[in-house]
């Protein structure tokens, strides 16, 4: 704000604009957000907890997931990565290899290796989440049966995978598709959540136009998840 202030001031002045100034002693804000949200725990067929490495380590019995958030999207506090950590604990994934696709803080990713996967590659558009995902496989003890790569679904094409994890966004989701059809073999699984109820037939058409058949969808809070098996 200094280099400006005075510009910035002048400005405010001009368009009769009331304000007061008040400095901000600096620190790290992101380590002061991480410090202050607390653990989630998932209920379902294998119940899990999702936190930090201060928090209380997830009781015997339940799967304990250790992430390093950095303000990344995956802390478990959203409905929508809470729906899709529950639905990953009711899949058969043994010896499975799977994408997470915006993977955030890679938890998904970390649940899936815990539900039996043998390898997993995740995926993020933004540096800020590979870092963060990176450090929360190793939190986990899982950074050798994952791999992180930076950047969008191209990253990643011309390989197979069993499985595909995206909770994203709806259009992001529909324009992916395609993608999605090649990088899974026939029986391959497609879990996406990151939209509204009110979408899961918009994308289960863009799916069955792509070679997928719904297999379910559920429903929390107005969000959804549609998992799909590959025809």
């Known amino acids: 704000y200094e280099p400006c202030s005075e510009q910035v001031e002048q400005l405010l002045r001009e368009q ?20 202050e949200w ?106 050798r049966q994952v791999d992180v790569r930076c950047g969008s679904i191209d990253v990643v094409n011309g390989e197979k995978y069993d499985f595909i994890l995206a909770n994203i966004n709806r259009n992001i989701l529909i324009d992916m598709m395609p993608s999605f059809a090649k990088l899974l073999g026939k029986g391959g699984q497609l879990l996406m959540s990151g939209f509204f109820v009110e979408d899961v037939e918009i994308l289960n058409e863009v799916a069955e136009a792509n070679g997928f058949h719904r297999v379910e969808s559920l429903s929390s809070d107005g969000w959804a998840v549609l998992k799909c098996c590959k025809i």
Do not use: K, Y
């Open 38 to 143: 607390e653990a989630v725990d998932v209920n379902g067929p294998r119940p899990l907890r999702i936190r930090a490495a201060h928090h209380e380590p997830a009781p015997d019995g339940v799967l304990d997931v250790v992430i390093a958030p950095r303000m990344s999207f995956g802390t478990g506090h959203h409905t929508t990565t809470a729906l899709m950590a529950r639905t990953i604990a009711t899949m058969n994934l043994g010896g499975l290899s799977g994408l997470d696709m915006g993977c955030g803080t890679g938890v998904l990713a970390i649940v899936a290796v815990g539900c039996g996967a043998e390898r997993m590659m995740a995926v993020d558009i933004d540096d800020w989440a590979c870092d963060s995902c990176r450090d929360s496989l190793a939190l986990s003890g899982v950074a």
């Open 16 to 35: 009769q604009v009331g304000f007061s100034v008040q400095s901000v002693v600096q620190q790290n804000w992101n380590a002061e957000w991480e410090s």
